[in-house]
């Protein structure tokens, strides 16, 4: 199959490429290279994929509707994966605007060429960030989002309804992603593993955010993408749910799941993972809650599991470790 993947040297969208490529799929990946973090992480992701005979990356921002409306026009892919995003809950308190242009308006130009081109399955990245205020635990997919707590979240949301207005009208199967805190080899540096690991081998004190009384659903990159595989060859049929629990849309071929561990981990859980993979123990800054931040993030994956027969499993020590050594790797870092 031919599938166009926004965001291809992101963290998740390269690692979702190598996935499909290895598997003998067409890969059309698009990605602006934005300068939010280090452009040459960026690139050295893309030389990875580069080599397959089956990609074809186009450096192209999605708020240009007319040279991504060529794109698919020229390569007619029958799956679109949308994984580019403006990201980080931090930034969008400093730049909101960088938010509405990417995550609204880039988003409704993947959606409507969605339409234009009949596409057999869409699938679309959100985050758990949409859960907001809820503080009924697992967070599941029928569960009411209308508090958002940041700009991020609340972007996110909106290409979440403008995608359902679509697969309405236009019967577009359409099935969105809820991401749970997303980790492992070639993260982003701006997340919170990333300071972590980083500011260890540099011999920094790490920033502890609510004194550490926090909890995350702390996600394998591997574990992710392998689940998003197995959801493109699932779309949504109006009116087959395939549980009582089942997030189906009444009124259209739509969907809402969550990928995550289903299991809740304390950040200083976490960050006790990171200082034996690193051999050191970190000094600890503790600060206050920062704004638009949660205590706790918990995934229900059952919908996941009903839909793939597979679930997250991929234990904190083992991703951490994995993390770690690439690093190293990566940036020649020791202590």
Known sequence: MRVLITGTAGFIGQNLALRLLRAG?????IDSITPYYDVSLKYDRLEILRPFKGFVQHEVALEDFAAVSAIFANTTPDYVVHLAAQAGV?????????YVDTNVVGSFNIIELCRE?????????????????????????????SFPLTIY????????????????????PT???????????????????????????????????NEGKMARDFTYVDDLTRSIELLLEVPPVQGQPVSDADSLSPVAPYRLVNIG????????????????????????EMLPMQPGDVQKTYADSDLLKSLTGYRPSTSVRDGVQAFVKWYRDYYAADI
């Not at 492992?184 to 502890?208: C, H, N, S």
């Open 90 to 98: 931090r930034y969008s308190l400093e730049n909101p605007r960088a």
């Open 25 to 29: 799929h067409e890969v059309v990946g």
């Open 153 to 172: 979240a609340a972007t996110k949301q909106a290409s979440e309804l403008i995608a359902h207005s679509h697969s309405h009208l236009h019967t577009i």
């Open 117 to 145: 081109h009949a596409v057999k399955h869409l699938v679309l990245a959100s985050t758990s960030s949409a859960y907001g205020a809820n503080d009924r635990y697992p967070f599941v997919e029928t569960d009411k989002t």
């Open 261 to 284: 561990n289903a299991d809740p981990v304390p950040l200083m859980d976490f960050i006790a993972e990171i200082e034996r993979a690193v051999g050191v123990t970190a000094r600890k």
């Open 175 to 209: 099935t969105v992603l809820r991401f749970f805190t997303v980790y492992g080899p070639w993260g982003r540096p701006d997340m919170a593993f990333f300071l972590f690991t980083k500011a260890m081998f540099e011999g920094r004190p790490i920033k502890v955010f």
